[in-house]
């Protein structure tokens, strides 16, 4: 069984502030970690993946994630955020069933960033 | 480059009709798998498909059948709409580490 708890369904910050997104896992087996970008109307977008490589991940725009195993965290960071930046984000954990991978998905963090 | 194509974009039923949702990619995928998205629930599985010609169910299968036509396609049929399948319906294929690349969404609407 597997399960991702994402910490606030908002977050808010100012534009050049630290972003902080929380992501809590539970996994069986060993898992594969991902974060998501969604922007409105639009579909889900692959931010970064932890696959058992490096536990720091990089990601695309300047977003970041560290894989803890003792913590069982997966948390999302960019140190400094814009205004594009505003957009729902998902964390999500995968775990291998029979031929083929399950994604659970957390319910999503909503990203305000003000000017 | 298309990826992930679902059609149609937006849709509205009666209660009681039927629907198939068109989903194609193009990134030679054996896994793909089918999402609504709700207000506040995050996104949840209705079926996958972990190669061609398997399909098993998600976490909210009622109510919805679903094939896979070949290596490219994957359907989603509603065979008797209920306002309950209103939602956001996402089609998404997936590499061998388990990401996921998601069609642009069915925005459907029961009414």
């Known amino acids: 069984a597997q399960s991702v708890t994402q910490l606030g369904s908002h977050v808010s910050v100012s534009e050049g502030a630290l972003v902080l997104l929380r992501c809590n896992y539970s996994?069986?087996?060993?898992?594969?970690l991902f974060w998501y970008v969604q922007y409105p109307n639009q579909g889900l977008q692959l931010l970064l993946k932890?696959?058992?490589?490096?536990?720091l991940v990089k990601g695309i725009n300047g977003f970041e994630a560290e894989f803890k195993k003792s913590e069982t965290s997966f948390h999302l960071t960019k140190p400094s955020a814009h205004m594009s930046d505003a957009a729902e984000y998902f964390c999500?954990?995968?775990?291998?069933?029979?031929?083929?991978?399950?994604?659970?998905f957390g319910r999503g963090t909503s990203l305000i960033v003000h000017p | 480059n298309a990826g992930v194509t679902q059609t149609p974009k937006f849709q509205v039923l009666k209660t009681g009709q039927s629907m198939t949702l068109q989903c194609a990619q193009d990134?030679?995928?054996?896994?793909m798998y089918w999402y609504r998205q709700d207000p506040g629930m995050g996104l949840r599985l209705i079926y996958y498909?972990?190669?061609?010609?398997?399909?098993d169910k998600g976490e909210v299968p009622n109510g919805y059948n679903v094939s896979r036509l070949n290596k490219r396609e994957f359907s989603l049929r509603l065979e008797s709409a209920a306002p309950s399948q209103t939602s956001v319906y996402f089609c998404a294929s997936s590499e061998a580490t388990g990401a996921l690349h998601f069609g642009n969404g069915t925005r459907l609407t029961v009414t």
């Open positions: 932890y696959t058992s490589a490096a536990t």
């Open positions: 498909s972990a190669s061609e010609g398997t399909t």
């Open positions: 999500a954990v995968s775990g291998r069933s029979g031929g083929s991978y399950i994604p659970t």
């Open positions: 990134m030679n995928h054996n896994s």
């Open positions: 996994s069986s087996v060993p898992p594969y």
